[in-house]
């Protein structure tokens, strides 16, 4: 086992090339994400995570997937889950409705998920509906931060009881800055006490609950010249000293427009690393060059290692193995019978 496997990494089409498997068995591998096009079935994908378990048993499988519009696998028997938006409006008419509602769906989100070999989804969304940000839109669950916080407990309960672990995200917050860290920079231009003060709340009050924390590549000109994936005074004055927050923390994609204010990925994994985080995220970039930013981001980083740029972290990977299930899935077969699935089935808005 390596001291530190920071890196979760993706793979181009439908299986593993052989450039995928050596990538995998990389030292600083931690982990896999999958999007859309990885799937073809349900066949396949789960053929596609038992290989890469035989070739790293301790790499962490994870998806992107929390319903709506951001859902990658929604055909082969997948339930279509709704956006949190519903969940938030659902809470408006009935609140408990809504909170069983949202256990529903993160038992049914997480047992599809962990019955094809995914291991961890990054949900749920924490941020604020400040009705400013149309990346985050109906993602997020409401306005009111005690809201969302309820609603982002519920469904965290129900993945856990299919054994998955939580990722809530943007740190501290998406929902107020007006552009997509995706294609752009995102600023928020609010003081650290009104960050505190509103979106930052469910993090304080479900540290205990939370097991991986996803910032948000969006600066705070007035807290930290860097996005919180890239600040310490975010990630470990803020996340890990002010909220008491002990278990993961991943960085968001850094090939995203809003990460490139820390330079290019190498120099975004270090900066992160530095910062606090545990792991980091490169996504969509084993289609460019036959992944030649992948292997760019693992030999940069396995460099800058052996030169003191960043140093392993054995606290960081002990994280990140706590982020593995304990317990064996249920196969799909015998899910689609299991009366605690047809229960939650039933009780999705």
Known sequence: MTPHAPVILDIAGHELNDDDRRRIQHPLTGGLIFFTRNFKSRQQITEVTAEAKA???DLLITIDHEGGRVQRFRTDGFTHLPAMRKLGELWMDDAMRAVDAATSAGYVLGAELRACGVEMSYTPVVDLDHG???VVGDRAFHRDPRVVSILAQALMLGLMRTGMQNCCKHFPAHGYAIADSH???????RTLDEILGEDARPYDWLASGITCVMPAHVTFPKVDAYPAGFSSVWVKDMLRGRFGYTAAIVCDDLSMEGARVAGNPIEGG???????CDLVL???QSKVDGGRP???LLDGLQAALEQGRWHADPHSETRRLDLLPQTAPIPWDELMHHPTYQQALERLP
Request: hydrophobic share 45%; glycine share 4%; charged share 30%.
């Open 55 to 57: 070739l790293r048993p």
């Open 132 to 134: 400013r940000s149309e």
């Open 183 to 189: 294609v752009a920079r995102a600023v928020d231009d």
């Open 270 to 276: 270090i900066a992160a690393l530095n910062a606090g």
């Open 282 to 284: 490169l996504c969509n």
């Open 294 to 296: 992948v292997d760019e």
